[in-house]
Each structure stands twice: as C-alpha cells, then as structure tokens.
Nanobody, 122 residues
Framework: VQLQAYGGGLVQPGGSLRLCCAA?????????MGWFRQAPGKEREFVAA???????GYANSVKGRFTIGRDNAKNAVYLQMNSLKPEDTAIYYC?????????????????WGQGTQVTVSS
C-alpha cells in the first residue's frame, strides 16, 4: 500500500499550488483522506480532511485559502492551496484513516505518504 504525494515546490507569497496524492495497492473507498504538514522544528499538524462520511474539515490557519477534494474513481486526493503565506512552508503529507469519519489527529491515520516540500518565499 502506497500513498504518493506530489505537486510541491517553490512559490511566491500570494501564489497557488495544487498538491495531489495518488493511492496504489488498494482502494481507499471508505477511508477518510487527510493532509498534514510539518515545518522544521515543529510537530506535524492537521491541514484538511475529507471524510468518506461526507463534508470536509480544515485547520483554522488555512480555512478559506485551501480546498481539499477527492476523486474516488482515481483513488486520489487533492489540496488546492491559494493565497499562500510564508508560514505555510512545510513538508506536506497525505494520509488515510480507515474509520471513514472526520479526524484531525495524526494518530488515527493508518497510512502515510512520503511528503512533498512546499516553500513559500519571495
């Protein structure tokens, strides 16, 4: 089972990036899919999640700027990031939670991708 995250890069403040996470090895039908991030010297933090049970959830720091979505046919999850700020700089990880319900706790997620670097700098 693998989660492959890609789409990171260097962007100027105010810019946009679209992260993608493709799952292979099994279907994630029924799973909650989430994005987390970890900046240097900080703990991993929740960014957004799209539960199988419906709806979406976001960290307050990204609400209104980031949008999470999933394509079940492609076994993929996306994170559209707009109005990026330097404090968004981090390694972004996608993850899958077998409960299917909303969770912002890293410990509830069963599978993790390898991460993709996002750097927001002028």
């Amino acid at each position: 089972v693998q989660l492959q995250a890609y789409g990171g890069g260097l962007v100027q403040p105010g810019g946009s990036l679209r992260l993608c996470c493709a799952a292979s090895g099994r279907t994630f039908s029924g799973y909650t899919m989430g994005w987390f991030r970890q900046a240097p010297g900080k703990e991993r933090e929740f960014v957004a999640a799209v539960p199988w049970s419906g709806g979406t959830g976001y960290a307050n720091s990204v609400k209104g700027r980031f949008t999470i979505g999933r394509d079940n046919a492609k076994n993929a999850v996306y994170l559209q990031m707009n109005s990026l700020k330097p404090e968004d700089t981090a390694i972004y990880y996608c993850a899958a939670d077998s409960s299917g319900y909303f969770s912002d706790a890293p410990g509830t997620y069963d599978y993790w991708g390898q991460g993709t670097q996002v750097t927001v700098s002028s």
